[in-house]
């Protein structure tokens, strides 16, 4: 059998060997789910729901020693997994909250002895292949409510966190989730490839948009559902009457939460002229503060990077905007020890010809331009392929809706940032995907209508 070797990212160190998966046992584990989904599907909504609320039980039990696996890792700093897993648990409230909802027979039209109704039937045997930088989160949008809803999952985490990927299997397992209700395949690029390529009836990916643009192609002719959560390249923009002490605080921990690495990281703020430079000063001092160091500690508030190929991305970001004239105003460069660490970054004096203002950073570094008022910051904050959320700092809640409202996002802020709930869709336009996450709406993709015409005579 193949083997996936888990390095720490904070000190480059190897931690295990896990056994993983190729081709032949994706392609048995797949078959495994198929012959599983049918019971799974007619086991009682209630009893499925038990399932769900023992494993958030577990998730509870577990959460200090789970949260220090997800840390050792992805580098994420302790307190910032423990706040994953705890808002993991709010998500699971949503879902069981909702689903007998979303699953109850809806009679829409009775007339005359013709009755219309709707029910919603399992999509079947679904692929789940996620991302490492909120496993938890992205990974729980898509399984739980997959599962709630009668399908079976096979899935992938991502190479770099699939030791949680491990605890969460053995987690649902332990809660009553057969074992080939929910089947986990361990591996890289090759593995999820394999996943995808196999007899299912849907695929939820989380990743990137190269990776997403690949499976599209691949999965596109077999006319199985599709949804794609990919990256972004999400803009703010500080107003000249925004509140700026405030702003800064805010931005500074939307762009450098979780060391970046978040699909709703703040990637480039737009500062009206008249505020650019208290701005600028307010947004330094406030990420000057952030105290960076071993991801286990609990005052640390940035960790490593989880991938090393993300440093090089980062560099080359930094000496291509430095070269068409940014200033740094923090940071810039690698930190010199074991693991993959890079400094808080700060570029001002930045334009869209640079790379660091037009492609997804995933990282510590942010771009700050100035610009002269709402147009501007509106043409400038479309000038971009993706689409997940963008932001607005200002009291004024109209033109924060003027602005919001002409912008090319699936979420908009208002005075915040890097922000998810259950109780909305998470979707994104352009290439940041298709399809959606949580709502109601996030329960309901994970089925198919069935649309009854009953005549009673
Ligand atoms: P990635 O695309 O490198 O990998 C994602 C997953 O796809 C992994 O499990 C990987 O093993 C697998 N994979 C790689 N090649 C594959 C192939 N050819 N076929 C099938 N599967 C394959 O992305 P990543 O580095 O894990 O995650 C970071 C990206 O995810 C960022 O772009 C981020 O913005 C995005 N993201 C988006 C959301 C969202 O909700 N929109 C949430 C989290 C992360």
Redesign the pocket.
Known sequence: MPHLQVFNPATGAAITELSADDAASVAAKTALARSAQPAWAATPLAERKACIARFRAAIVAELDALAQTLTLEVGKPIRQSKNELNGLLGRIDFFLGHTDAVLATQTVWAEGGMTEQLDHDPLGVVAN??????PY??GG?VFVPALLTGNAVVY?????SSMTGLHIARLLHASGVPVGVFVPVI??????????EQDIDGVF????????A??AA?VGPRMIKLQ?????KDPTYVCDDANIAAAAESLADGAMYNAG?????VERIYVHERVYAPFVHAFVTAVRGFAVGDPQDEATYLGPL??AAQLDVLEAQVADAKARGATVRLGGHRIDRPGNWFEPTVLTEVDHTMAVMRD?S?GPIIGIQEVRGDEEAVRLMNDTRYG?TAGVYTPDERRARAVLGRVQAGSVYWNCCDR?SPRLP?S?RGH??IGL?LSTAGIETFTRPRAWHLRSA
């Open positions: 292949v996620s991302a490492w930088n909120y989160f992205v949008n992938k985490p991502s190479e770099l591996g890289g690029g090759a593995v999820g490839q394999a996943l995808v990916f989380t990743g990137s948009y190269a990776t997403g690949k499976i691949s794609l959560e990919l990256g972004g690495q978040s699909c709703c990281s989880a991938r997804e995933f997940l998810v998470w994104g940041s995907g996450t």
